[in-house]
């Protein structure tokens, strides 16, 4: 569905476009399903996606990526979001965790990960949230503290994407617990090192093959050139990423609510009940009708979005607003969506049921849609 043509992106966006949905085709859409029952992806997904230059788009090309805008990113965000393939994590590792390496790592560690990382050798993670905390992020438990050249953490972490895969996770933790947000510095932790162990792989109502776990810290010891940028300052370098972050998940919205809207058209035209095409009932029709005109309000405001953030210019609160909006959208599309396919629309085997399964995190995850209206309220 694409109610009005989209101006963001150049030729050779579309040509990238076309690959990333080969690629999706021929490496993603067969395996899917079989993920979703390991809960998690194959390593060598990740190896072909980094092959194809499908991770980390657009990280300079001196630091292993592709070097292009953050469009191609976006487009591999939209192609998966399309497809209802919510199980490769490339999103957060390429446009979550890479761009904090390469935005506030030290030479060495630009030099060190983000090569590995766009070649899907290494898988990034974030951990910010714990049993205890996830909202309020002051109230981060998670220490690290300095002991000669070493920083030794101890804490846990829940919730945490690509969390059973990951090869190295920035942990946010405090370096000064009695500092507030001042004591809080984000620290990288390489999978493998002593004391660090990855919990459940937990089991989720949706977003199946996409691994998402528990992580403990006991009496991990790192080099204290592991702090990721100053240390004290952890705080402000998340609080910086958050728009850009927030609109990656508008962004999945809306490709998601897009194609669910398609898949829903072509069902309701072919099911036929007391004697006509379910689509021909006035009610469905303005039940589709309703639902095409808010996707393409707000298809138009992310796009507006993007254009913002690709000159640097969106604020938090807009990031905020496109978050709360387009996820809330995309809640009450797809249950319309499920309505109309009838009991089919409960069926897994249906992408449909998958899409609305998957989407509910969206209003929940990247920060609450609730923590969304204390930034949009605290601007006013
Ligand atoms: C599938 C999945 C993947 C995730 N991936 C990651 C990841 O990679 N890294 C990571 O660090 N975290 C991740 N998270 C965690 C996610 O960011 C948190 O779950 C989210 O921020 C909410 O925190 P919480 O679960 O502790 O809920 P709480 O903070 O306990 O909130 C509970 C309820 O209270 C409401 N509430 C809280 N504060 C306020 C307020 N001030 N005003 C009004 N209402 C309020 C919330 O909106 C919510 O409705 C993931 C979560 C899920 C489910």
Redesign the pocket.
């Known amino acids: 569905m694409q109610a009005m043509p989209r101006t963001l992106f150049a030729e050779e966006h579309e040509i990238f476009r076309d690959s990333v949905r080969r690629f999706i085709e021929e490496e993603i859409a067969p395996y899917h399903q079989q993920w979703e029952k390991d809960g998690q992806i194959s390593r060598e997904a990740w190896l072909k996606a980094g092959k194809m230059g499908l991770l980390c788009a657009s990280i300079p090309e001196e630091y292993g990526g592709g070097g292009g805008d953050r469009l191609y990113s976006i487009i591999v965000m939209e192609e998966l979001a399309r497809g209802g393939f919510s199980g490769p994590?490339f999103d957060?590792h390429s446009e979550?965790v890479a761009p904090y390496i390469q935005r506030y790592g030290s030479e060495e560690q630009k030099r060190h990960y983000l090569p590995k990382m766009a070649k899907g050798e290494i898988i990034g993670?974030?951990?910010?949230?714990?049993p205890?905390?996830?909202?309020?992020l002051q109230g981060v438990r998670t220490s690290a503290i300095k002991d000669g050249n070493e920083l030794v953490l101890n804490g846990s972490?829940?919730?945490?994407?690509?969390?059973q895969m990951c090869d190295v996770v920035i942990v946010?933790a405090k370096t000064d617990p009695d500092a507030g947000a001042k004591g809080t510095s984000l620290v990288l932790v390489d999978g493998g090192t002593d004391g660090f162990r990855k919990g459940r792989n937990?089991e989720?109502v949706g977003?199946k093959a996409?691994d998402?776990s528990e992580l403990f810290f006991d009496d991990v010891r790192v080099p204290a050139s592991n702090m990721l940028g100053e240390e004290g300052k952890g705080f402000g370098y998340l609080m910086q990423e958050l728009a850009w972050e927030r609109l990656q998940v508008a962004i999945m919205a809306v490709a998601n609510i897009e194609a669910a809207f398609g898949w829903t058209v072509d069902y309701t035209k072919e099911r036929k009940a007391f004697g006509q095409a379910i689509a021909d009932f006035q009610h469905s029709r303005f039940a589709l009708a309703e639902m095409k005109t808010e996707i393409a309000v707000a298809r138009t405001f992310v796009d507006r979005c993007i254009e913002l953030m690709l000159k640097d210019e969106l604020d938090g609160e807009t990031g905020a607003m496109a978050k709360l909006w387009t996820t809330d959208l995309q809640g009450k599309v797809l249950d319309q969506c499920v309505q109309l396919h009838g009991g089919y629309g409960f069926m897994w085997e249906y992408p449909i049921a998958r899409a609305w399964a998957d989407a509910r995190?969206q209003r929940?995850?990247?920060?609450?849609?609730?923590?969304m209206?204390?930034v949009i309220g605290r601007g006013i």
Do not use: H, P
């Open positions: 994590g957060l979550i993670a974030i951990a910010m949230t714990e205890g905390t996830g909202s309020d972490k829940t919730f945490i994407t690509n969390g946010v937990l989720k977003r996409q998402t995190v929940i995850y990247a920060g609450t849609n609730e923590i209206k204390v």
